[in-house]
């Protein structure tokens, strides 16, 4: 089904329908989830603001004249608010409407979602809206709520302001507080299918496109993203030393590749590895199909469970990826312990 407003993808004309069925008694927190890099955050940023627009269309989708749509569209709106980590917020517009980068060069950008931030959403839900309108709080990925942040966010769903949407977006639910996932009404957000994917990305000049969506498990955005990027000789690297694992490839590849961010590293390794099980089990590569024959010829020299309890491993890294003590070391022992498998 093709959207008929111009700010959807074109799969998401059907999502776009059912959510309006809620429109007549909108809870006060939703929750869409769905795979990463499916384009999630235009969907529900779509809706914000045709919530706060003047004139919506007849399918309820922004008339982008009014002033509330141009307050949107300028990120200036004074009854909307996105929350997310600092690492998200590459670049503000001022009062005067020039752009300002947000991240200072001495310090990391935070991956998380903070208490403060969840504390500064008080002043204004208490603040009057602008036109007697509703008031829409935007907050994503809700995973990256740290702890603090997320008993905060728990206790103003508890006790939600009136006129206020709280719309929260989340690749990962198995990752939120139970308690929050009780306060929100969940909506699942469906990627495309893989033709419409393909098509979406060959209309954006990608080549290679298959290529690219497969290795992004079906996800579009991402992989335009990865398209457009410089990460392609640094994944080929990568793939080249996992289809001749070994101790000593291990040590050059992880000395070549130590500038890259680990977590990506350990994303393409996962994936690596879940091909392996699922060719092993179901004869299916879904992420790297360039690779068949190579990842037939590791198949052979392993077994199903080791490749699990491998996965598990990986698992058990990506957790503390984003902050290795050296990347270098830790790049060699996820590589030697991937050579391992096939002793």
């Known amino acids: 089904m093709t959207s008929p407003n111009s700010s959807l993808l074109p799969w998401q004309g059907e999502s776009w329908s059912q959510l309006q069925q809620l429109r007549e008694r909108l809870p006060h927190a939703l929750l869409f989830y769905g795979a990463a890099g499916t384009g999630k955050t235009a969907f529900v940023e779509a809706f914000a603001k045709s919530l706060l627009c003047e004139s919506p269309t007849s399918e309820a989708h922004a008339c982008g004249a009014c002033a509330s749509c141009n307050w949107f569209e300028q990120y200036n709106h004074p009854d909307y608010r996105r929350v997310r980590p600092e690492a998200l917020e590459d670049e503000i517009v001022d009062e005067d409407g020039e752009e300002k980068k947000t991240a200072k060069a001495s310090k990391t950008p935070s991956k998380e979602i903070k208490i403060d931030q969840i504390r500064a ?33 728990l206790k103003t769903l508890e006790e939600p302001p009136p006129g206020t949407m709280f719309l929260l977006l989340s690749n990962r639910l198995d990752r939120l507080l139970p308690t929050i996932l009780s306060r929100c009404r969940k909506f699942a957000l469906s990627g ?62 992880a000395d070549k590749l130590q500038k890259v961010p680990v977590a990506e590293l350990v994303g393409w390794v996962q994936r690596w590895l879940y091909d392996l099980f699922s060719l092993k089990s179901a004869g299916v590569v879904r992420y790297y199909p360039r690779y068949a024959k190579e990842l037939g010829r590791l198949a052979e020299r392993t077994d199903a469970t080791a490749i699990s309890r491998a996965l598990k491993g990986m698992g058990d890294r990506r957790a503390i990826a984003d902050h290795p003590l050296s990347a270098k070391l830790f790049i060699e022992e996820m590589l030697i312990d991937y050579a391992g498998l096939f002793d």
């Open 121 to 153: 959403l008080a002043d204004f839900m208490n603040v009057s809206t602008h036109r007697s309108g509703l008031r829409v709080v935007m907050l994503y990925p809700a995973e990256a709520l740290n702890t603090a942040a997320a008993n905060a966010l």
């Open 192 to 253: 495309p299918s893989h033709e419409a994917g393909l098509a979406w990305l060959k209309a954006q000049g990608v080549k290679d496109a298959d290529a690219w969506l497969a290795e992004q498990g079906g996800a579009p955005l991402a992989a335009l993203e990865a398209a457009q990027g410089d990460s392609r000789e640094v994944l080929e690297e990568l793939l080249r030393h996992l289809s001749q694992p070994g101790v000593d490839g291990a040590l050059r590849t």
